[in-house]
C-alpha cells in the first residue's frame, strides 16, 4: 500500500535508520535523510529513488539545537508539512564507565538523548499547529535494563523512556491528535560496532541472539502507522529481559555482571575512534550500508515481533475460538436435552 507520507528518519545514513528509510520509500513515502556522513546519505536517497520513494537529504548534527530545527524547516519547505518524524541517531562508547572522559560521555548523551529531544521539539513544531502527526523514538531492551560496558548509552536511552512518557502524558491531557510511541529493540546486526569508540581488549559485537536491522524497520514503519500503542517490543530476547528486569532485577545483576563483558566482545582488531567525533562515512569515509557483520548468525524475522505488530488480529482470532467453542458446547447441550 502506498501511504505517500512525507517521513523524516534521522540516523538515515547506516543500520536501523538505512532498513527503515528503505522500508518506508517502498511504500511510496517522501523522506527525509538526516545524518552527518555524506557517502552513507548519497547511498540511501538512491536506495529511496529505485524503491519508488522520494529523497531530500539534510546533512546534521542532531545534537545541535539549531541545526535541527533548520532541517525540519527544510523538511517543510520542500514537502508541504511532516507526517511522521523517526529518531534513531545515536552514539556510543564500549568500555568500562571509570574508562570514558567526561567529554566522551556529554557527547553521548548529546548526540543519544538530546538528539531526540531536540528531533521531537522540532517535528512538534510543525506537528502541533496541524494537530497530527506521528513521532516514533528508536529505544532498545537498554531503556529499561543498563548492561555493562554501555553506561551512557544505557543512561540514555533510559533518558528517552522517561522523556517520552512524559511527553505522551502531555499530549493526552491536550487532547492532541499528535501521537508518540517507541520501539525497543534487541540486537541489531549494524555496523554500529565497527563505529562505537572501543575500549575493551576484543571487538565489540551485540549480545545475541542477533536480529536483522529489517526486522526493527518493519517494527519502526508498523508503529508509525500504529500509534495507539505506547511501545512495541521487538524480539523475544528483548521481552525475556524486560520481564527478567521486572521480576528478578537483582539475580539479572549478577548474571549480566558473570557473563555480558564476553557477550559483548569477540576476537578480532578493532581500530579507529569511532564515529564519536565525526562520521565513519564522512569525506574519506565509505557507505556501510544497514548491516554489520554478522550476516551469517543474523535471524531474518522475529515471531514474537509478528505477535506484537498483529497482537488485535490475534485476540478477535481467541474471541472467536472461544466463542465458537461455546456455540458448538451450547449447540451439543441442546441436541442432547432433545
Not at 10 to 29: K, L, N
Request: proline share 4%.
Amino acid at each position: 500500500m502506498k501511504h505517500g507520507k512525507v517521513v523524516v528518519v534521522t540516523g538515515a545514513s547506516g543500520g536501523v535508520g538505512r532498513a527503515t528509510v528503505r522500508a518506508f520509500a517502498e511504500r511510496g513515502a517522501r523522506i527525509a535523510l538526516l545524518a552527518r556522513g555524506r557517502e552513507g546519505l548519497a547511498a540511501a536517497a538512491d536506495e529511496v529513488q529505485q524503491a519508488g520513494g522520494e529523497a531530500l537529504v539534510v546533512s546534521v548534527d542532531m545534537a545541535d539545537a539549531k541545526a535541527v530545527d533548520d532541517a525540519a524547516q527544510k523538511v517543510v519547505d520542500a514537502y508541504g508539512h511532516i507526517d511522521v518524524w523517526v529518531n534513531n541517531a545515536f552514539s556510543g562508547v564500549f568500555a568500562p564507565f571509570t574508562e570514558i572522559t567526561p567529554d566522551e560521555f556529554r557527547r553521548v548523551t548529546e548526540v543519544t538523548y538530546l538528539g531526540y529531544v531536540f528531533g521531537t521539539r522540532a517535528a512538534l513544531r510543525h506537528m502541533l499547529p496541524r494537530n497530527r502527526g506521528t513521532i516514533v523514538q528508536v529505544g532498545s531492551a537498554l531503556a529499561y535494563r543498563g548492561i555493562p560496558l554501555q553506561s551512557a548509552y544505557c543512561g540514555a536511552k533510559h533518558a528517552i523512556q522517561g522523556f517520552n512518557e512524559s511527553l505522551r502524558c502531555e499530549l493526552l491531557h491536550e487532547g492532541s491528535g499528535v501521537r508518540t510511541t517507541m520501539v525497543q529493540l534487541p540486537g541489531v546486526n549494524t555496523p554500529q560496532f565497527d563505529w562505537v569508540l572501543n575500549r575493551m581488549p576484543g571487538r565489540a559485537r551485540p549480545v545475541a541472539p542477533v536480529y536483522q536491522p529489517e526486522v526493527a524497520a518493519r517494527a519502526v514503519v508498523h508503529a508509525a502507522f500504529h500509534a495507539r500503542r505506547r511501545e512495541y517490543w521487538v524480539g523475544g530476547s528483548t521481552v525475556a529481559t524486560l520481564i527478567a528486569n521486572a521480576v528478578v532485577p537483582g539475580v539479572l545483576d549478577r548474571y549480566l555482571a558473570r557473563t555480558n563483558f564476553e557477550a559483548q566482545q569477540e576476537e578480532g582488531e578493532h581500530g579507529g575512534p569511532g564515529n564519536l567525533w565525526a562520521p565513519a562515512d564522512g569525506p574519506h569515509g565509505r557507505d556501510f550500508g544497514a548491516h554489520g557483520r554478522f550476516d551469517e548468525e543474523a535471524v531474518a524475522g522475529s515471531r514474537q515481533d509478528w505477535l506484537s505488530r498483529n497482537r488485535a488480529r490475534m485476540g478477535m482470532g481467541l474471541v472467536a475460538a472461544v466463542a465458537g467453542g461455546l456455540g458448538a458446547a451450547v449447540t451439543a447441550g441442546i441436541r442432547r436435552r432433545g
